[in-house]
Structures are given as C-alpha cells and as structure tokens.
C-alpha cells in the first residue's frame, strides 16, 4: 500500500464549478501538506502549504487537512479553464537538517470546460 | 533569474549507454534534489543534496549517481541505462538546507524526458 493515495481522475468539470480534490495518507508522522499544481510538459509548482490540521485559504483556493482520519483536500471556487492542470499532494514530517523529504500522491487531472 | 534549468528537454538512449542529465539553479539554493515521474507512481526521490558537497540517497537511487561540487549545479548521471529509467526527470531546489518548507517551497524545472530503447 502507498503511503499517499490519490485518485488519478480525470476530472472534467464545468466553468465556475466547484471542484474538490482528495489525498488520503498512512503515516501520522506526516505534519506538514502541500498542493503543487502541474501544467502539461512543466515542473510542478507549489500552490498551498499547510501545517498539521486546519484550513488555509488563498483566493479561490482553500486547503484542508483532518489529521484524525488521514485525510487532505483541495477546494476550487469558481474554477476556471486555466485550472485545468494535474494537481499533486504532497506531504513529509518533522524538518530535519538532512534533507526534509517529500512524498508525494500521484496526482489528479482536472479539465475544466467552457 | 532563470530559475531550475534542465537540459536537455528529451533524450533517446539505448540499452547501455551513459549520460549526464544536467540542472542549473541561480538562486542560490542549498537543496537540490532529483526527481524522477512515472504514471502511477508520483514523483519519487533519486539523491539529493544540501550543500556543495554534500549528497544522499533518495527513495530510488540505483543506476544513478549524483554530484554537488558547486552550488548552482547538480547533475544526474545515468551509468548504463536501461529501459526501466524511461521516465521524466525533474530538478528541484529550495533555500533552507531542511528541503521543502513553509517559507521554502521547491522550485522544480521543466523536466528532461527520457526514453530508453
């Protein structure tokens, strides 16, 4: 079983839509949760950072994290077509000066359409 | 600022051959690390590296060395690919020695794709 899970979609939705996007996980080390974003035949790009459980919002884009049930997610208000990318969770545990690495989901495809 | 640069965008190799895979950052980032993407799988970590210097192994290390003798520069060497290492590559880097956090998010390039034959 991975330690991250991530339903690889696609998901096609409609403008203005709201979209919801999922990463369950296993390890209850993990602290810190992560949104990249990735546009086709590009790097992945950070889009919202949390740590430990709560919400964070940043425009039309709110991060959740339920620590208690192993559960983020990511809200899209108002999607739009420039939405559509794949989008990567990502997550790791306490900071350490050896290198703090990344686990990653295997991310979600979203299209948003006119 | 260019960012993470990647060169080269695509490459075709055959069974057996070597090559250098080679990530350039000017931001004066302490962390550096390789990437390497395949459906299904999500990112998974090659080496990586938090300092001139310094490197380590990642999640998926063998078949691939690394090196960090400046700063700006970390390449990835392939020593006799095979075709289980068609994949996409990505370089990423970040301030803060820790790797990836909240005021030092990584920084990725745009990926070299590479097909073993």
């Known amino acids: 079983q991975k330690e991250v899970e991530q339903d690889p979609g696609p998901l096609s939705v409609p403008e203005g839509a709201i979209v919801s996007l999922n990463c369950t996980y296993s390890?209850?080390?993990?602290?810190?949760f992560m949104w990249y974003r990735q546009y086709s035949r590009k790097g992945p790009e950070l889009l919202m950072y949390?740590?430990?459980?709560g919400n964070k919002e940043d425009g039309r884009f709110t991060a959740q994290v339920d620590k208690s049930s192993k559960y983020i997610s990511l809200f899209i208000r108002d999607s739009q077509p420039s939405d559509s990318a794949t989008y990567l969770c990502a997550m790791s545990g306490v900071l350490t000066g050896g290198g703090n690495k990344l686990t990653f989901g295997t991310g979600t495809q979203l299209k948003v359409e006119l | 600022n260019a960012g993470v640069t990647q060169t080269p965008k695509f490459q075709v190799l055959k069974t057996g051959q070597s090559m250098t895979l080679q990530c350039a950052q000017d931001m004066n980032h302490e962390y550096m690390s390789w990437y390497r993407q395949d459906p299904g799988m999500g990112l998974r970590l090659i080496h990586y590296?938090?300092?001139?210097?310094?490197?380590d192994q990642g999640e998926v290390p063998n078949g691939y060395n690394v090196s960090r003798s400046t700063t700006e520069d970390f390449p990835l060497r392939l020593l006799s690919a095979a075709p289980s290492q068609t994949s996409v590559y990505f370089c990423a880097s970040s301030y803060s020695r820790s790797g990836s956090s909240y005021n030092s998010p990584l920084h990725f390039g745009n990926g070299t794709r590479l097909t073993v034959t």
């Open positions: 390890n209850s080390a993990f602290q810190y």
């Open positions: 590296s938090v300092g001139a210097g310094i490197t």
């Open positions: 949390t740590y430990s459980s």
